[in-house]
């Protein structure tokens, strides 16, 4: 079966240090990956995907089919980074279903 | 342009009853997905409804059932309620079924069954 997993529900950083949320994927045929932000009282946002290979708001996340991961990545964080941040794959012929990984809290300290 | 509509915000039911929630798309997407969150189960995918028909379903009893209107907005109902069924219920919208376009997610209705 299909499973996203993130295996830190709480990540806590400082400031200008450098971030990596983790994702790991199962699935077996072409997935296409996502990062979706949740910060406070407002709505699930798209962050990234990978099909794009953009960085948004100094993140980026590659696509590593070896180890399937989607980790996503920035250099320095800062406090308006933090968030709740979820991992999500669709996977082929499933429409726009998305399976999540169970979310990471980025909290990042003045 | 305005986002992805869900009505109403928030929601008590008590158990057995049924309860139907709505979602706008944003103008000119055919997609409506629904997903339910919960602090267990976290994020979880209901059904897909694209012009009209449901194209995907999750692993959720038939008690969840939902529907999609010629405009393109969609209904989910719960009936028989049950505790479980508290959560906060997601609808996100999309240009097409598939594809490559991003999904848009509305702030979510929250149910609380007593």
């Known amino acids: 079966a299909q499973r996203v997993t993130q295996p830190e529900k709480l990540l806590s950083v400082f400031k200008g240090a450098p971030v990596e949320l983790k994702c790991n994927y199962s699935?077996?045929?072409?997935?296409?990956l996502f990062w979706y932000v949740q910060y406070s009282r407002q709505r699930l946002q798209l962050l990234l995907r990978h099909i794009s290979r953009e960085s948004i708001k100094g993140f980026t996340a590659d696509l590593n089919k070896g180890e399937t991961s989607f980790h996503l990545k920035k250099p320095f964080a800062q406090e308006e980074d933090s968030a709740m941040y979820y991992c999500?794959?669709?996977?082929?012929?499933?429409?726009?279903?998305?399976?999540f990984g169970g979310g990471t809290r980025l909290m990042v300290k003045p | 342009k305005a986002g992805v509509t869900q009505t109403p915000r928030y929601l008590i039911k008590t158990r057995g009853q049924q309860v139907t929630l709505s979602c706008s798309p944003i103008s000119g997407h055919r997609s409506v997905s629904w997903y339910q969150q919960t602090p267990g189960q976290g994020l979880q995918f209901l059904f897909e409804y694209f012009s009209e028909t449901q194209r995907n379903k999750g692993n959720f009893p038939g008690r969840f059932s939902g529907r999609q209107f010629s405009n393109s907005r969609s209904e989910m109902n719960v009936s028989t309620l049950e505790l479980g069924d508290s959560a906060l219920y997601l609808c996100?919208?999309?240009?097409?079924?598939?594809?490559?376009?991003?999904?848009?997610f509305g702030d979510g209705t929250r149910l609380s069954i007593l």
């Open positions: 999500a794959l669709k996977f082929d012929n499933a429409g726009n279903m998305l399976t």
């Open positions: 996100a919208s999309s240009l097409e079924a598939g594809g490559r376009q991003p999904q848009h």
């Open positions: 699935y077996s045929g072409s997935p296409e």
